[in-house]
């Protein structure tokens, strides 16, 4: 695959995933969430950190969060308390 990260599902193929680009098939897709937060910071009250969770943080903090329909609601997020992260720190303003 090129790697583009466009994937489209083929309705005429049983809902098989296919390269947006180069129209390849894709057999096995790996989907993945992205996700930016801003946090308070204990050590700096002064300060709001943004960070990009990692997959392993989305997955916990969005454990509880799923709808009936498989979607998220940012309510059910909002407020949180997530502990310890493992995540990328973006900026500090």
Do not use: W
Request: proline residues 3%; positive net charge; contains cysteine.
């Amino acid at each position: 695959m090129c790697g583009n990260g466009r994937l489209e599902q083929r309705p005429e193929d049983r809902g098989a995933f296919s390269c947006g680009d180069c129209s390849r098939v894709v057999t096995s897709p790996v989907f993945k969430r992205h996700l930016q937060v801003f946090l308070d910071c204990r050590a700096r009250p002064q300060c709001t950190v943004k960070v990009k969770l990692l997959q392993r943080s989305i997955s916990s903090l969005l454990r509880f969060a799923t709808g009936e329909d498989g979607s998220y609601e940012v309510k059910s997020v909002l407020g949180k308390e997530v502990g310890l992260l493992n995540c990328f720190v973006q900026s500090v303003t």
